[in-house]
């Protein structure tokens, strides 16, 4: 990423995170809730979008993300929640991928189900870390002694932790490992021919995938202050893959676009149906309706949101002058 758009991005964030203070309670709980499913989605997206690793464990990984930053900030490391987080994600994800050394696509799907069925049953039974079905109250983060109670605290933090995991994903992916990913999610055979050690990158794309995902899980896990099983469940993993695809695998806006989009419909959803007081109906159709939109992406735009946003964008440009005066400087040479 070049240095002008590294500046672009963070005036832009630092925008985002101090017009947070700003927004109604509810206001700055769904834009952090956007931020925290964006970190999680571009995580995803490096596991499976970038390096091909299919995972059904996204849901689990970030609940280790949550129990952990709940029992460090218990024992008084709150200030180390975060990182320590992203750290036993990332060892508990790379555990999980070992079974990627010797399965492959639908195989190594059904291993990473297992994995996520293992996890939920840890979470019931280590009563002394995860306090059981009950679940771990997590108690407010504390910061350099100012301690996070707000709705628009926890917005601005998760803004800015979304800017750090765009701008260090976006960079990894300009390294030599980032298009190790891209040439095993193409083929493993030309990967070896290329001298690529595969098992080796793929594990070390489970644990930096497994980093940003338990920041996101620690972030949620603040956010919700009671980490329980039930809340990182299957259904958990099914929506972060429905973001990435309907956002666009691959793509980190698209990342962005698609947490944004499964995050926000069901309150829109909500929203219309209090309007034309046909909530419960609305209601008892949602998952439908959710489903269906995934089958639709999958069938009429795999590539997603972000696709559909560059074959559009030019057209916008261009209706609204853009494309002419940028025509017009190239022929004059500047």
Known sequence: MRVQQIVIATIVTVLFAAGAFNLNRYGAYLLHVVAIAAIGAMA???????????????????????????????????????????????????????????????????????????????????????????????????????????????????IISLLLTWLALSSLMRTNLGRAFLVVRESEVVAKGMGIDVAHTKMLAFAISGFFTGIAGALLGFTMRLANPEAFALHLSVDYIAMIIVGGLGSWAGSLVGAAFVTLLPEVIQRIGELFRIADLLFAVREMAFGLLIIAFLIFEPRGLAAIGRRYAPLLLRALGVGRKTTASKSVGL
């Open 44 to 158: 995803l997206n490096l596991l499976i979008g970038f390096c091909g690793q299919i995972s059904f464990a996204q849901g689990a990984l970030l609940g280790v993300g949550a129990y952990t930053a709940g029992n460090l900030g218990h024992a008084g490391w709150d200030g180390f929640a975060l990182l320590g987080a992203g750290l036993s994600t990332a060892v508990a994800s790379a555990l999980i991928g070992l079974p990627a050394m010797r399965l492959r696509g639908l195989y190594f799907a059904i291993a990473t189900l297992a994995a996520q069925a293992i996890l939920e049953y840890l979470f019931k039974t280590l009563e002394p870390l995860t306090k059981g079905i009950s679940g771990l109250v997590i108690a407010p983060l504390t910061i350099g002694g100012v301690r996070m109670d707000s709705d628009r605290d926890y917005a601005a933090l998760a």
